[in-house]
């Protein structure tokens, strides 16, 4: 599959790879095989920013933007909600008082208060938040995963790892998704949600992706710790899945691994097409094996993370990085069917998901920065709306999506700004609105991945892999 970027930039054959394009726009197979090698080359010229990797950080449900990183302390009542805000080290920037640990590392991170769109719906904005693109079926339209779907970020990204020079043979995956597919935990398991996949891309580029499950419709790991649940790992599209028991009581993850390499040795895989056996050799690795091998931790680095799902998939996704891993997301859906998804109350919100995710963001920011890998990678924290400024009687909150916030860190990204201004409801952008194309163009451009990239389709014809948007530029120093 050919790769041609898009925007307009001379190679050394003196050639612009808008002009390539051109000439592609009349049959990419009539191109000559020194056109072609030009325009791989015009591919490698493009710098961008200086992650290495992304940890995406998934509030699937929508948190609430006055419940969390754009309080209303002026405005009434019924639009200010319940919580009470407190100072942060950002000047102007009052948080929930359930953000306490953020707050006081708010000099890491930039908090853009305008993220916008008009797709008042949680699969198809879950799909737009992760791809940069609006879902094709409207809203309301479907809840599942289809072939129609734009690749997720993460998903160019595996593409273009396996295109580089020995990308067939890494032995980690480039792209993966903690600690469930998005919807796995959601009403049975019924719904698998769009947006984290590959879509028209091709399955060989959907992500590694850990499991777990509920033990019953009363079980919640979210809420505890998860050396009590039950864990199991699989390759998205290869069954069956491997278990590996529950993390403290039971195998552990390297004899799994081990029981998968002894099945390997007796030729199990040896029917399997070759991007099947690069999944069997991924989850047989060592560098896999080893990256996933959360015991390895202290037991004080988890505590410090959270000894609930959420903390743990953070400290994961660290772990991941740190072996070479290039995207990773981490969703926090609502398992237990409203959570982030307020409709009925922020008890909910106020308990359990605010501190969790203080305690595991705030972790795993700071354990980044200890180690010297924010220099180096992107996160992300974002749902995919918000909620509306006029609550019920008992503090819940409907669908939002035309203004909410994100917190962005690391990469370059200066810390301790706020970027774009809400008005006095939280209700719309004020100024400097930003779209999830433009969301994606900045996290591409971080990543060195020319947000103006061409990919080919499945009728072999060039399309960008984000239409619109430009990289938000002023987020980083």
């Known amino acids: 599959m050919l790769t041609i970027n898009g925007t307009s930039r001379t190679n050394c054959s003196g050639v612009t790879r808008r002009e390539w394009l051109q000439v592609g726009g009349a049959g990419l197979f009539g191109m000559t095989l020194p056109g072609v090698l030009a325009a791989q080359e015009a591919q490698q010229a493009f710098a961008g ?8 950080l998934f509030l699937f449900g929508g948190p609430s933007q006055l419940e969390t990183f754009d309080m209303k302390p002026e405005a009434k009542r019924e639009v200010r909600g319940p919580f009470k805000p407190i100072k942060s080290r950002t000047p102007d920037l009052h948080i929930s008082e ?10 890491k991170y930039a908090v853009v208060r305008t993220m916008t769109h008009n797709y008042n719906d949680h699969s198809g904005a879950g799909h737009y938040l992760q791809t940069g693109h ?54 049975r398991g019924q719904y698998i949600r769009p947006g984290e996949y590959a ?38 599209g290869l069954k069956p899945v491997i278990p590996l028991g529950r993390i403290q009581e039971r195998v552990g993850l390297l004899d799994q691994f081990e029981a ?7 030729g199990d895989g040896d029917a399997l097409d070759l991007h099947r056996k690069r999944a069997m050799a991924l989850i047989s690795s060592d560098k896999t094996s080893g990256a996933l091998n959360i015991r390895a931790e202290a037991d004080a680095m988890r505590d410090r993370y959270g000894r609930h799902l959420f903390g743990q998939s953070c400290l994961m996704a660290r772990r991941l990085v740190e072996a070479g891993t290039r995207f990773v997301t981490v969703h926090y859906d609502s398992p237990d069917g409203y959570g982030w998804d307020s409709h009925r109350t922020s008890d909910d919100v106020r308990d359990h998901l605010l501190p969790t995710f203080d305690q595991g963001c705030s972790a795993l920011l700071t354990d980044l920065d200890e180690r010297g890998l924010l220099d180096e990678t992107l996160v992300i924290a974002i749902g995919e709306m918000g909620r509306t400024p006029t609550p019920n009687a008992t503090w819940g909150r409907g669908h939002w999506s035309t203004c909410f916030p994100a917190l962005i860190a690391g990469a370059g990204v200066r810390g301790g700004i706020v970027y774009g201004k809400s008005d006095k409801e939280a209700a719309s952008p004020d100024d400097k609105p930003v779209s999830p194309e433009d969301l994606a163009k900045t996290i591409y451009w971080a990543l060195g991945v020319d947000p103006d990239l061409m990919l080919m389709n499945r009728e072999n014809r060039p399309i960008p892999i984000v239409d619109g948007g430009k990289p938000v530029m002023e987020l980083f120093g």
């Open 49 to 56: 920013g200086k992650a290495k990797s992304v940890i995406f």
């Open 98 to 107: 359930h953000l306490a640990r953020l707050a006081k590392i708010s000099d």
């Open 134 to 187: 609006r879902w094709h079926l409207p809203i309301g339209g479907g809840f599942s995963a289809t072939p129609q779907d734009w690749p997720s970020m993460g998903s160019v990204v595996e593409h273009l790892s396996q295109k580089q020079p020995g990308g067939m043979a890494r032995d980690l995956a480039s792209y993966a998704v903690l600690p469930n597919r998005l919807g796995r935990m959601q009403d």
């Open 199 to 236: 879509g028209w891309l091709g399955q060989a580029y959907n992500p590694m992706t850990t499991v777990i499950d509920r033990k019953d419709l009363k079980d919640n790991p979210y809420w505890r710790a998860c050396a009590d649940g039950e864990l199991s790992y699989e390759i998205e």
């Open 260 to 266: 998968v390499r002894t099945r390997l040795d007796m």
